[in-house]
């Protein structure tokens, strides 16, 4: 008889299992869940906004907003912040690819544009560290 596969060698032996993925596969997959995650966040923004605007009590979209200041919604800025850059570099990646251009050297291209974006990131990073410390979004403050 031959050799006797089992459910997870044979998953793994397949060119679907992750960790066989190549930088293009990556790219696509971090394309796709950046953009679902985005679309998610998009919903749920509308949502707050929209039942703080509709809610009987007139006062209650401040407090809605002083609520979102909270150091944790903060650091949720930032993983949105993160998935709009990558989605947003990947996606002018693509355009090029698309037009011809950088089409034999799309891994070095990926890689200039992810080290621009992580440079956004870092700089989103050192903004917002001041109000996940607890500052106010209401006073001045020179970068």
């Known amino acids: 008889m031959g050799e006797r596969r089992t459910f997870s060698k044979l998953n793994r032996d397949t060119d679907t299992w992750p960790g066989k993925y190549r930088l293009g596969m990556v790219a696509y997959m971090g394309q796709r869940l950046s953009g679902l995650g985005i679309v998610v966040y998009l919903f749920m923004h509308?949502?707050?906004i929209s039942s703080a605007i509709w809610h009987p009590d007139g006062g209650s979209f401040n407090r809605i907003l002083q609520y979102l200041q909270q150091?944790?919604?903060i650091v949720g800025d930032l993983v949105l912040l993160a998935a709009v850059m990558f989605h947003a570099f990947n996606g002018f990646r693509i355009l090029l690819l698309?037009?011809?251009i950088g089409v034999r050297r799309h891994k070095p291209v990926f890689w200039a544009l992810m080290i621009v974006t992580?440079?956004?990131v870092i700089y989103?990073?050192?903004v917002a560290v001041p109000f996940i410390l607890g500052a106010s979004?209401?006073?001045p403050r020179v970068i």
């Open 124 to 126: 989103g990073i050192v």
């Open 46 to 48: 509308i949502f707050v």
């Open 98 to 100: 698309d037009v011809g």
């Open 71 to 73: 150091p944790q919604f």
């Open 118 to 120: 992580a440079a956004l």
């Open 137 to 139: 979004l209401t006073e």
